[in-house]
């Protein structure tokens, strides 16, 4: 864990003072809505379709024992649970206004906050989930997030951009945060010499016009971070468009420059700003990575025979990954059990949680964007008792990376914004598909749910994505396959809308379809998307299923 000195915990503690003053104006009528507005989304407040939400941040997605503040949080000031999203924070949906910035205070206590978790500004900067352990790491990301953070974090020059502005690192080989959409994207790389450095992508980004990022640097040495990222940003505050909401975010600006064009003028920008006073020396990140925590691993010996049980042997098949330091494993505790909507945690699940982050991982958590929650560095040993424990909790369901590992957004059972509900029907499909066995054939399969344009469940990068749309006030469901958030492909949409109770049908007959193509068990989803294109697909599903919903809407008709 990343441990506060005196400035850090002095900036949140004053940030709660201000908007306990601004919040207390603004109750007594001082401060009209528009102007408590920007304020309070400053500090991560929505006002929701039924209530507030408050965004807290996790930064990077770490977590340690703070997790037990937060469910004595859910259970003092709200309905004693807690929503993790796909930016890798988490949600309440139920806090009363006036006691915000109590719990903001509370936050505080823990080195936590809800700063710029909303707002036109750089946003939480997300991560690898398995950043420090992963066996085919090139730098652990944490550091270089911590620094992005810092250098983000009330910088007065990006404060009140266009829209706002989400960041993304990856430090292994393999992408497991999705820079390509992200309006940065920083994937760490050697070069031939062995230097180290990041490919930068800008312009990507889903919601209303979803976008692949575009390359502006194939090896940024890594001295050079923060000026270039000023440069980017400098572009963008000068350019991007305020008179349009929709056209606002740089994913618009670089279509309508161009990618050389925009790549010439970051260049132009960084040229009066390279080897200038933000310039990264050895100094800053050893003084940035000391104030980790780090584990004190035991040296371990040969790996131990793990038992044979009744529903283990698939557990560690899909939810134990590999570390980088023998006797030691990662492991997913799934939050997409069948009934619970995708994220949601009680408090009394947070707590026990915690319990076994201190058992089993030296206290520490990690949140993924696939909105579930790993525990970083647990001995082989101990898998069996870890897994048990997890079982009985509901944190066990063997399912990362199949089909029913739902990404969804909270959709119109909470937003404001959304044009449908998306949590009855990520529902609905895992019921559907509620058999382990017929999931392991499957085999691999990103399936994501998003209630409205906006895309916080993703849909446009799963290899199923399903978008809810309004159609003259009812409800329909737009499907598309083909995504892939990593290396970055976008999902096609495959035709007309559904009803809800056509979804978890079509599902299947896209499944089956995969499953009389594909050529090998080795071959995934968007794979054979890719080779035999989207028309079989589409021959199959619209066979029945828009008949069905036919015959309902003339029954209907003539009711």
């Known amino acids: 864990m990343y441990r506060y000195d005196e400035i850090d915990q002095r900036i949140v503690d004053e940030r709660v003072r201000q908007f306990r003053d ?39 997605g770490l977590l340690s024992r703070q997790l037990r503040k937060l469910a004595e949080i859910s259970r003092k000031y709200d309905r004693a649970y807690g ?40 946003r939480n900067i997300t991560t690898d989930h ?43 080989v393999s992408d497991r945060a999705a820079v390509a959409v992200h309006d940065i994207g920083l994937h760490a790389i050697r070069n031939a010499k062995g230097e180290i450095g990041f490919k930068v ?25 923060l000026t270039y990222l000023d440069a980017i940003l400098r572009i963008y505050n000068r350019y991007g468009r305020r008179d349009n909401l929709n056209k606002a975010r740089v994913k618009i600006l670089v279509k309508e420059r161009g990618a050389d064009k925009f790549r010439e003028e970051i260049e132009a920008e960084w040229a009066h700003l390279k080897d200038g006073p933000a310039t990264l020396i050895a100094e800053e ?14 040296k371990l010996g040969s790996e131990p025979i793990l038992p044979s049980l009744p529903g283990f042997d698939a557990w560690v098949k899909r939810n134990v990954h590999p570390h980088k330091v023998p006797g030691y494993a990662a492991v997913t505790l799934s939050l997409k059990k069948t009934g619970v909507p995708t994220g949601d945690v009680t408090a009394d699940q947070m707590d026990a949680i915690a319990s076994l982050a201190d058992r089993y991982s030296f206290g520490e958590l990690r949140v993924s964007h696939e909105q579930n929650l790993i525990l970083a560095d647990v001995r082989l040993r101990d898998l069996a008792a870890l897994w048990r424990e997890a079982r009985a909790l509901g944190l066990a369901t063997p399912n990362v990376g199949l089909l029913t590992n739902i990404i969804c957004c909270p959709g119109g059972d909470f937003c404001a914004l959304a044009n449908a509900k998306s949590i009855p029907v990520a529902q609905a499909i895992q019921e559907r598909f ?26 446009h990068v799963g290899h199923v994505g399903i978008l809810g749309v309004d159609k003259n006030g009812e409800e329909w469901y737009q499907v598309e396959i083909g995504g892939n958030q990593a290396p970055g492909a976008l999902g096609k949409v495959i035709g007309p809308s559904f009803a809800r109770a056509d979804i978890p049908d079509v599902i299947e007959r896209l499944i089956d379809t995969y499953l009389e193509h594909r050529d090998s068990e080795a071959e995934r989803f968007v794979d054979v998307v890719q080779r035999i294109g989207i028309e079989p697909f589409k021959e199959r599903v619209y066979g029945n299923a828009h008949q069905r919903a036919s015959d309902r809407n003339r029954e209907r008709a003539f009711a």
């Not at 206004?97 to 509370?106: G, H, K, N, R, Y």
């Not at 420090?132 to 974090?153: H, K, L, M, N, Y």
Request: net charge neutral; proline share 5%.
């Open 22 to 60: 601004q919040t207390r104006r603004f109750l007594a009528g001082r401060l009209s809505e528009d102007d408590f507005r920007a304020l309070r989304l400053r500090n991560g407040l929505y006002i929701q379709r039924y209530a507030p939400m408050l965004r807290i941040s996790i930064p990077y």
């Open 83 to 122: 929503h993790f999203s796909t930016r890798q924070n988490l949600q309440l949906n139920w806090p009363r206004l006036e006691q915000v910035p109590d719990i903001l205070a509370e936050l505080a206590s823990v080195q936590m906050h809800a700063i710029q978790t909303s707002g036109n500004c750089i």
């Open 130 to 172: 398995f950043a420090g352990v992963a066996q085919d790491e090139i730098v652990d990301s944490f550091v270089w997030c911590e620094i992005i953070r810092q250098w983000a974090t009330f910088n007065p020059e990006f404060s009140y951009l266009p829209r706002k502005f989400k960041i993304a690192v990856n430090g292994s």
């Open 201 to 225: 992508l800008v312009g990507g980004g889903l919601g209303r016009t979803p976008m692949i990022g575009h390359v502006m640097r194939e090896f940024l040495p890594w001295q050079h971070l």
């Open 285 to 298: 990140i050893e003084r940035v990575q000391a104030r980790f925590t780090r584990p004190a691993y035991e």
């Open 434 to 459: 509620d058999d382990l066995d017929y999931l392991h054939e499957i085999g691999e399969l990103d399936l994501n749910i998003s209630g409205c344009m906006n895309a916080c469940g993703h849909h």
